[in-house]
């Protein structure tokens, strides 16, 4: 295999997500719902408790619409990783993820050609979220929009994995939807998406520890400093270090050898 035709499978399958997301027109509006419902609602009402605080790494006083920005667009990230890979489970139903597994291709390589395209598809949905929030007063430095799509992407990655990994191990599509929950809303709560996490740690030392080692925390933070042009290294080696972890997972379970991804004649 030449690496111009890697190339078109990458291609391809970046096209085919793309060409999904556009169809879905009601995937596109419900990541937008529901970060937009938080940041106009719940902001707006934790505004009148908490008012303007000095939240690091900033070192200066930032609403509150400021701080949750970040966490809501990991969220969209972790909803949209989630949502690619119960594409997967779906797909692998109807028998063309079969035909995409027994092509030519490394299995591995297709996988991650699979996330690749799952993360584009994410970033452009937290770009329009971020857009929207410009207008509604949240207006970080012109170049963090800039410097954070890398963080976006590596965020997006390590959730898509995660995601990939849970499909690969779960066979039901009806099962795969309960774990979703099962899994999206103590990682984003549980977190700093929404609380700085020294307001964690003044409230319970347990609840700390729990949101300092979440990979959602550190996707979170991530972003946050990005886009407001720092750099979180442990944050960057935390979400690194989870993508390498999900991803190997993943090729793990998808392997047909070895992982729980087999494929049996007539079945699914």
């Known amino acids: 295999m030449s690496a111009r035709q890697y190339l078109r499978c990458l291609a391809g399958i970046l096209a085919r997500e793309g060409l999904r997301f556009l169809h879905q027109r009601e995937r596109f509006f419900g990541a937008l719902v529901r970060p937009l419902v938080w940041l106009f609602i719940f902001a707006a009402g934790f505004r ?3 008012g303007v605080s000095i939240i690091p790494p900033y070192e200066t006083y930032i609403l509150y619409e400021e701080y949750i920005v970040p966490g809501l667009a990991a969220m969209i990230l972790l909803f949209s990783g989630m949502q690619s890979s119960l594409s997967m489970v779906y797909d692998r139903e109807l028998g063309s993820m079969r035909l995409l597994m027994v092509s030519p291709f490394p299995r591995w390589y297709l996988l991650v050609c699979k996330l690749i395209a799952g993360a584009a598809v ?27 799509l890398p963080a976006l992407l590596l965020a997006a990655l390590m959730l898509g994995a995660l995601g990939l990994f849970l499909s ?23 977190s700093s998406a929404l609380y700085p996490l020294w307001r964690m740690r003044d409230s319970s030392s347990v609840l700390y520890e729990i949101c300092r080692f979440n990979p959602f ?5 991530l972003i946050r400093f990005a886009l407001y042009a720092q750099m979180n290294w442990p944050a960057f080696l935390g979400v690194t ?4 972890l999900f991803l190997t997972a993943a090729i793990y379970g998808y392997d ?11 079945g699914g």
């Open 217 to 221: 925390t550190w996707a979170v933070e």
């Open 241 to 244: 270090g989870a993508l390498a």
């Open 168 to 190: 690969s191990v779960i066979r039901q599509l009806e099962n795969f939807a309960g774990v979703m929950n099962f899994v999206i809303f103590p990682m984003f709560f549980a």
């Open 48 to 50: 009148s408790v908490l």
């Open 256 to 266: 047909p050898g070895r992982g729980q991804m087999r494929f049996k004649q007539g």
């Open 122 to 148: 994410a970033a452009v949905q937290v770009y329009l979220f971020l857009v929207i929030a410009w207008y509604w007063g949240v207006q970080p430095p012109l170049i963090g929009y800039l410097l954070v």
